[in-house]
């Protein structure tokens, strides 16, 4: 039973507000780390602790009250200079951070959140009394004011706060975040200096609240601008007077009142209602909109423990944050970034001896992007690290045998670097709690291609390394473009498609048994939509879709072509046959469905595997 019954609606906005302010509050924490003399920093921090106290008593969460105090008992110390800012009591304060949010995890599943660990509140209190190295005094002074007194025990005290210290904006499965991309260790330009070892902090201090919530459905609620409300409310009203004009028209009509100046009335009320219609589907699609900001927040904070983890210097710059990004695709988005960053900040970034001896800068810099380009967001997660070399990448994968040595030497660069994304790629000779098991990357490529994107990878030994995932604006509405085989429509996702070519049978070469064709010099396989769905080839293809994906190029064989569209995708929730994404209506009511390339390319992992049928030569 709820221990929040009566109050559900009360304790969601308390959680939504809350989650906000501890994320805004993790952000400043990483800024005052770089200045701790910041009382603006101070004050923030202070208020925001108080904020979520507050709420959290309304609620009586008595023991998230209690932690929320101790901690603002820190913040109004330092502010009023009674204690000074150590790297040891900024850890303590991140791991009450980390007790906060645990607690919000009890919170979400309706439970009241159960006491923190003792050994937490302790360390808290003699903080606040000034034991320790945290005291205002003159270095000296505090040492023997302290004298005798024990510093925590920090592993203890992760452990019994959770464990790893990498707070996120929201719960994430701790096999998924320790999963962190690890795809270019090894393969880096020189070899890196040994990583301090990271002791594990044990698996089992989370709370049951946190696992709960884990388990529980995604978050079905939205934040929406009244503004866009309003203009959504003033179509529905023009959509409105336009139907009764058209339904006055219509009697006319139905009763012998056929005049050119009745039909120019129709006409122009039909074409009114078009705009109305589309203007009232851009502002519907407008309110699923969300600024991306909300979810890099949290990532400051991740990155910051991180690299205190592993003995690094490293500073996440955010950039885009005001960038739009359809609210679906912002919560499936957390885990490939949060890959990312950890891939950037454990593999991409070197370690202080190595960045030295490189001549670089101590501090590592990792930037994180968000901009749109026409019908697409553009997200850019890069690091000025060691970058990686296409010649180690193939070697590796040629060694866990993902490819052969023939299609090794196939490979440009570009297509190199994609090699890290296939499952099980890692170099890796340990296993850690940040990387190893070789599923990181393979995580961030199909979670992006969920979301109908795709991503790139550029880097330069020496210099860095960017990873460019591009999305659609939203997922209620895919660009298409319309094939044919024989009288019948299917629809491909546009952002696969690079070129539309035509099928000249003479032009068309076998090389090892398998029909390709050279494209702008680059030998591509042919493969007939037809043999991909099963159907039988009565017919040469007389088109070829040129399409790209993440790990391949490839020409597609299709018999024409009946435009390009822009989909309102209907799901197939029940049944879903193997290889279709969902289902799309024209405007002339047919029914069409949307492919999932990679799912009906997964029967075979290589899609130039053979040639056309011989039934076909024939033709």
């Not at 005798?148 to 464990?163: E, I, K, N, Y």
Request: net charge negative; hydrophobic share 40%.
């Amino acid at each position: 039973m709820s221990d929040f019954a009566g109050m559900e609606d009360l304790l969601q906005d308390f959680l939504q507000e809350a989650n906000d302010l501890l994320s805004d509050v993790d952000n400043k924490l990483v800024d005052l780390e770089k200045m701790p003399d910041d009382r603006g920093l101070l004050n923030d921090i202070f208020r925001g602790f108080h904020t979520i106290k507050g709420g959290a008593g309304f609620l009586n969460a008595a023991e998230l009250v209690t932690l929320c105090h101790r901690t603002e008992t820190l913040f109004d110390k330092l502010r009023n200079g009674e204690l000074r800012l150590s790297p040891e009591l900024m850890d303590l304060i991140m791991i009450a951070t980390k007790g906060v949010r645990d607690m919000f995890g009890d919170l979400s599943a309706s439970v009241l959140p159960q006491a923190a660990p003792p050994e937490l509140i302790s360390a808290l209190e003699a903080a606040a009394r000034g034991e320790g190295e945290t005291a205002a005094p003159a270095p000296a002074a505090a040492a023997s004011a302290t004298a005798g007194t024990p510093a925590p025990d920090w592993d203890a005290l992760h452990a019994a706060v959770g464990g790893a210290t990498a707070a996120t904006g929201e719960v994430i499965p701790r096999h998924e975040a320790n999963a962190a991309a690890d795809a270019a260790h090894a393969i880096q330009t020189a070899p890196p200096p040994a990583a301090p070892a990271v002791k594990s902090s044990g698996g089992g201090g989370r709370s049951s609240g946190v696992r709960r919530a884990e388990e529980k459905s995604r978050e079905t609620t939205i934040r929406v601008d009244t503004s866009r409300l309003d203009q959504v409310l003033n179509l529905s009203g023009e959509i409105g007077l336009t139907k009764n004009r058209l339904t006055s028209l219509r009697a006319d009509i139905l009763a012998g009142k056929n005049d050119s100046e009745t039909l120019h009335a129709l006409d122009q009320a039909v074409s009114q209602l078009d705009l109305l219609v589309s203007d009232l589907q851009n502002s519907v699609m407008k309110t699923r909109m969300q600024p991306i900001g909300r979810l890099f927040q949290k990532y400051p904070r991740i990155a910051r423990d991180l690299a205190r983890q592993l003995g690094k210097d490293v500073e996440l710059v955010l950039a885009g944050e005001e960038t739009e990004v359809d609210k679906t695709m912002i919560e499936d988005l957390s885990d490939p970034l949060i890959h990312l960053i950890r891939n950037a900040v454990d593999h991409g970034v070197e370690d202080p001896g190595e960045r030295a001896a490189a001549g670089k800068s101590a501090k590592s810099l990792v930037r994180l992007e968000a901009r749109q380009e026409g019908d697409h967001i553009v997200l850019i997660v890069a690091d000025d690290g060691r970058g990686m070399v296409a010649d180690r990448i193939r070697a590796k994968a040629v060694e866990k045998g993902l490819i052969t040595e023939e299609e090794a030497n196939t490979l440009d660069d570009r297509q190199s670097f994609n090699l890290i994304l296939l499952p099980g790629f890692s170099t890796k000779t340990e296993i850690s709690d940040v990387s190893g098991r070789g599923v990181g990357m393979d995580v961030v490529k199909t979670n992006i291609q969920k979301l109908n994107g795709s991503i790139e990878i550029r880097s330069e030994p020496g210099k860095g390394s960017v990873f460019l995932i591009s999305l659609p604006l939203t997922l209620a509405i895919l660009p298409v473009l319309l094939v044919l085989l024989e009288d019948q429509p299917f629809a491909l996702p546009l952002s696969l498609v690079r070129e539309i070519l035509p099928i000249e049978r003479d032009k068309v070469q076998e090389v090892g048994g398998k029909s390709t064709m050279v494209v702008r010099g680059e030998i591509l396989p042919l493969v007939s939509l037809a043999s991909l769905l099963g159907w039988p080839q009565n017919r040469y293809p007389e088109f070829g879709v040129f399409m790209q994906t993440a790990e391949r190029s490839f020409i597609l064989g299709v018999d024409s072509f009946a435009g390009r569209d822009d989909a309102v995708i209907k799901s197939l929730e029940d049944f879903r046959p193997h290889g279709v994404a969902g289902v799309t209506t024209l405007s002339n009511g047919q029914i069409v469905l949307i492919l999932d390339m990679k799912e009906l390319l997964s029967e075979s992992p290589r899609i130039d595997s053979g040639r056309l049928p011989a039934v076909l030569d024939s033709v």
